[in-house]
């Protein structure tokens, strides 16, 4: 029986090369319309065979060719029509990936322990190894903050009512912010692009939890049109949370990214952690550095009297570390501590303040949609609104959480500030009480963050933009103090009008 060689030796060339081409041809069909095409391709080579075999009379063969043209024009336009879809969607985006590894190829021991040896030293090679209870002591208390920094995620509670989200999940959804914060997860579905698969999926789920086979994990595709980054696609993989006890608590649901504009998504994820990890470690060294300055408590106090003798219900926004928050529950008052950032939180947390008298949300202070109309006696925002995309809009929420007659107060840095005086004033109270040393390095971070923040966002709205800012979202300025805190801020009090 001859071999595959000998056989491909006595093949013609034109024959092999025709071969080939057809398989390359059959291989090339990715689409609809390219098996559309090489339906009335093949069709077509059919009748051409038939005509020059005299079994098809050459007069029809024509007609019959024409006719089958015309076809595929009338099934691309339907299909364009009704589906269009199919034309319009891109191949997706391919990540590079690490040589060995494109083809599943296993990399050799050898190979593994050649790069070991030959590979530049990297900074904690030469540690000790870990000890056996290092996850549990210092990696488990931090571990929430990982997840602020992946993939896009949103958490849902028991009710699949949308709480909270991720800084990835921020990006990519800020269009739709505002209007899932705290609602049901169909107020998200409905904003995707591929609304008739997600809600026919979550029909099924519900049938299932209504014959109580509750799916501890659950996946399916996600589409999304973001105004920053293009059609974006996911892989949702949302698992169930429970507590010690094994009860549910709510849900994490997990995307991960297939297609996506993703040297612009890449840019600002990488901003957006820096500046927020900038923060979480500028927290504790802000605590130990300003508890120590009387004039930040003055600031405190000047701000929160706006707020009316008496137990008052009171939103302290962009709380951070919780001082302004300590101030207000030492005053008797019922709070609401609105803060975004992780290590803020934690701090806050550690100083256990308040019992019920405390009620803290995780959110930013641009998208209040959280909390009720007309909840609050008075709102106060302590160095927050210059760090602020758009103090109006910001404001206006402000102004929507207050009751009737309800006061605002904040205090602010503006385009005229030099932050040179306050951190010169702080540096010489740490020096009177000797603490200047210990806190040498908590100091440093705090006067480098601080100058930075003065160079790119501190001087970006004057105060008159601030007082107009107030005014046009419905308050009455009461108290206006153009400079204060070391010429650092300036201070408003304010009325809903």
């Known amino acids: 029986m001859p071999d595959r060689e000998s056989l491909e030796k006595e093949s013609p060339p034109s024959e092999v090369k025709s071969a080939d081409s057809r398989s390359d041809i059959i291989n090339s069909v990715r689409t609809v319309l390219g098996f559309l095409a090489l339906i009335v391709l093949i069709a077509e080579g059919s009748l051409v065979t038939l005509a020059t075999t005299n079994n098809l009379s050459k007069d029809y063969a024509f007609p019959v060719m024409l006719l089958l043209l015309f076809a595929l024009a009338v099934l691309v336009v339907v299909v364009a029509v009704r ?8 191949p997706p985006t391919v990540l590079p990936v690490a040589n060995g590894a494109a083809s599943g190829k296993k990399i050799e021991t050898t190979v593994i322990e050649k790069r070991l040896e030959q590979s530049p ?95 501890f994990v659950d996946v399916e595709p996600l589409r999304y049109g973001s105004e920053r980054y293009g059609e974006v696609s996911f892989v949702k993989v949302a698992a169930q949370l429970h507590d010690p006890n094994g009860l549910p608590r709510g849900w994490s649901v997990s995307l991960l990214v297939r297609e996506i504009d993703w040297e612009a998504f890449q840019r600002d994820l990488l901003e957006e952690a820096r500046k927020d990890k900038l923060w979480s470690v500028y927290s504790a060294s802000y605590d130990r550095v300003l508890l120590e300055f009387p004039p930040y408590k003055k600031l405190i106090d000047d701000v929160i009297a706006v707020v009316p003798a008496g137990r008052k219900t009171v939103a302290d926004l962009g709380a951070g570390t919780g001082n302004v928050t ?112 210990s806190l040498a390095a908590d100091y440093k971070l705090v006067f480098d963050l601080n100058k930075a923040i003065e160079k790119e966002i501190a001087k970006r709205y004057t105060r008159d933009n601030y007082r107009e800012w107030t005014r046009a979202a419905g308050f009455e300025i009461i108290r206006d103090v153009k400079s204060t805190y070391e010429d650092a801020v300036m201070l408003i009090h304010a009325r809903k009008t």
């Not at 589906?83 to 891109?90: E, L, M, Q, R």
């Not at 990696?139 to 990835?168: E, G, M």
């Not at 959480?401 to 702080?426: C, M, N, Q, R, Y």
């Open 121 to 215: 030293q990297i900074v904690g090679e030469e540690a000790p190894p870990p000890s056996a209870n290092v996850w549990f002591d210092d990696l488990r208390p931090v571990l929430h903050q990982a997840i602020h920094y992946t993939s896009p995620t949103y958490f849902l509670d028991v009710n699949l009512k949308l709480i909270d989200w991720n800084l990835a999940f921020e990006l990519i959804f800020a269009r739709s912010l505002g209007r899932i914060h705290g609602r049901h997860v169909k107020h998200f579905i409905v904003e995707l692009a591929n609304y008739d698969e997600v809600i026919a999926h979550a029909q099924e789920f519900t049938k299932k939890v209504i014959k109580g086979k509750i799916p």
């Open 83 to 90: 589906w269009p879809a199919v034309f319009s969607s891109s």
């Open 326 to 437: 300590a101030a207000l529950l030492a005053a008797g008052h019922n709070v609401t501590a609105v803060e975004s950032n992780l290590a803020m939180l934690d701090r806050l947390r550690s100083k256990k303040l308040g019992g019920k008298a405390l009620t803290v949300v995780k959110s930013t202070v641009e998208n209040l949609s959280g909390l009720a109309d007309a909840a609050f006696d008075a709102a106060v925002m302590v160095n927050v609104l210059y760090a602020v995309n758009d103090p109006l809009t910001c404001l206006q929420g402000v102004q929507r959480i207050l009751k009737p007659g309800g006061v605002l107060a904040f205090s602010t840095t503006h385009a005229e500030v030099d932050l040179d005086t306050l951190l010169g004033s702080i540096q010489d109270r740490l020096e009177t009480i000797g603490k200047f040393q």
